[in-house]
């Protein structure tokens, strides 16, 4: 599932919405501040950013400068709401702007809608010579299936929807294993192994050095 930043400087606030889009099945990760947040951005991947106005460090209008190269899409989800602040947040790239209090149940919604817009809840993903099907959790190759693992699968599926992208060792080992990454260990590099070899993307998933590995596009 697409993997969300919360950045939020109230613990209560942030917590919920974490707690609220984990059992809907989204990897969820928060920051407490606008640094923080730029620091995560620049060693994970994320699909989308919930973006508190009011932050520490940098504000959440500072930060929307930083990640437009990225072109992560942004939710701003905050107190501020006047006109003004919605026009410029708007106008900054953000694809949505909530204000609040805000219902939870309007948030998903419009969480949804974002990542269907950038595609990243499509059930189909054709890539590579592969389609995935992420409902029934099956890969084909020519019409034929691909036995993977589930940590196969996971890792085939975060480099299918972040093509072009670097992903860093840290970011595959805790999207897919859900665990803090341990600098020199070799399974995410043993996995990549063995995902190429599978899926024939031999030549497709390259290495990046000191970094880990990118899906061409």
Known sequence: MP??????????IANLIRLSLTKEGYVCTCAYDGSEAADLIERRA?????????????DGFELMEYLRPSEIPVIFITARNALDDKVRGLRAGAEDYIVKPFEIAELLARVDVVLRRYKKNDTLICIGG?????????VRK????VALTKKEYDLLLLFAQNPGRALHRETMYERVWGDPFQYGSKTVDLHVQRLRKKVGWEDRLTAVSKVGYRLEA
């Open 46 to 58: 994320f699909d989308l950013v919930l973006l508190d106005v009011m932050l520490p460090e940098l």
């Open 3 to 12: 993997a969300i930043l919360i950045v939020e400087d109230e613990p209560p």
């Open 142 to 145: 020519e019409g034929e299936p």
């Open 130 to 138: 592969l389609e995935i099907d992420t409902y029934g959790m099956q």
